[in-house]
């Protein structure tokens, strides 16, 4: 594929491309020597399930497996240990060396949900550093310098707030850019929050005599509450491991304007002919699309059948989980406990923003007893049948 073609995929939906014309000279360079451009992503397993967040780097670097190029997903088993400071104001909670492995395990199976696996490479970068020792990694940092570290925004409101900036922290953006220089890769993408990190990247490969990498940032994709960007934290999240249902309700529930960006990162629908849908028909069309590539086709069928027959219609979902109390259980143990919604804070935002009702009456106050059994619906697509 020539050029011109390869950029206008290449160019949908990213931010940022540091810099144009290093890619198309990359690109022609490619062409003319049928040599596969090295495509770099670095993931670390910090949590064990994958989002549609996620997925926005994820199908990105499919389009470039499509062109041909190589894809390299680096899982970050010794730098996820330590942990990204990126946009934190504290530090990360650092994990062992189980926990990370465990993660890192269920990410090759989701992964392959939207990447071509048997094209795929996947790499460990404790394949280098664990073997690392400790003069080489003293010789490692004098390839960058503090002042350029200091100079990152998350560091400088850390430093302005006076809270700490951890050594672990600080060394972080070097081991994420020295994964650029092992696998020696011609472009590597990451979230614009990422900036800082990849931009190191580019450093350590021209001190290391090698070409640098191009730089492309993608945007955050924000979840459901159309505020924060999407996180499990935040119980804003859609996951690719979620039943079709409950990944159907969450995807209704967006609002028209986010509608659109999910359809730019998540999908490669053309962005004319969806502004001339009806935003209903829009949205539920949306849902279809991600429930048949995570779960089948017949899926989204099925629940886009049964959000008309239940919202059109009025009528409450013919199949729905049961919930058994003792009549002591307050409504937010019971979202909890139930799972019907994935986290506390998650329950008490439901709550306070009139969403949650108990055999259709609203429920103001998380510690409202169910005296009776009935029917708990959390949001506009998510029931509990309560048993006592």
């Known amino acids: 594929m020539d050029i011109e073609k390869q950029l206008q995929i290449i160019k949908r939906g990213v931010v940022e491309i540091i810099s144009e014309d290093e890619l198309r000279k990359k690109l022609a360079q490619s062409i003319k020597t049928k040599r596969p451009l ?12 994958l989002h549609l967040g996620h997925t926005v780097l994820l199908r990105k670097l499919r389009q470039f497996q499509d062109l041909g190029h190589e894809v390299y997903f680096l ?15 504290e530090i990360r909670k650092q994990l062992s060396k189980k926990q990370v492995n465990k993660n890192a395990q269920t990410y090759k199976k989701q992964v ?48 302005n707030s006076q809270k700490p900036i951890f050594m ?11 994964d650029s220089v092992m696998l020696n890769s011609d472009i590597e993408i990451g979230g614009t929050d990422q900036i800082f990190n990849l931009l ?10 090698q070409p640098q990498q191009v730089i492309l940032t993608m945007p955050l994709l924000e979840g459901t509450d159309g505020v924060q960007k999407m996180s499990k934290s935040y119980g804003n999240y859609i996951g690719i491991n979620e039943p079709a249902k409950d990944m159907f309700g969450k995807i209704m529930s967006v609002s028209d304007e986010l509608m659109l960006k999910y359809y730019e990162l998540l999908t490669d629908e053309d962005l004319n002919k969806v502004k001339q849908m009806h935003p209903k028909e829009a949205k539920v069309n949306l849902a279809k699309i991600i429930i048949t590539q995570y779960h089948s086709r017949q899926s989204a069928e099925k629940e886009a059948e049964e959000f008309t027959r239940v919202f059109s219609q009025k009528e409450i979902p013919q199949d729905m989980p049961k919930f058994k109390t003792d009549g002591k259980k307050n409504i937010l143990a019971i979202l909890i406990e139930s799972k019907l919604v994935a986290s506390g804070n998650e329950a008490r935002r439901l709550i306070k923003q009139g969403a949650v ?7 103001e106050k998380d510690d409202f007893i169910p005296h009776e059994p009935g029917v708990l619906k959390a949001g506009s697509r998510r029931f509990l049948k309560v048993i006592l």
Request: aromatic residues 14%; charged residues 30%.
């Open 357 to 363: 009702s108990f055999n259709n009456v609203r429920i």
């Open 168 to 178: 672990s922290e600080f060394i972080y953006p070097v081991l994420q850019g020295y």
């Open 75 to 89: 899982i970050g088993d010794f730098t996820g240990r330590i942990g990204d400071p990126s946009g934190r104001s």
């Open 112 to 159: 392959a949900k939207v990447l071509d696996i048997r094209k795929l490479k996947i790499v460990f970068n404790s394949k280098w550093f664990d073997r690392m020792r400790g003069l080489e990694f003293g010789k490692l940092l004098t390839y960058y310098t503090a002042n350029k570290l200091l100079d990152r925004e998350d560091f400088t409101q850390r430093r």
């Open 200 to 209: 190191v990247g580019r450093d350590l490969q021209s001190s290391f005599k």
């Open 38 to 49: 090295k495509i770099k992503a670095g993931f670390d397993p910090t949590a064990p399930d």
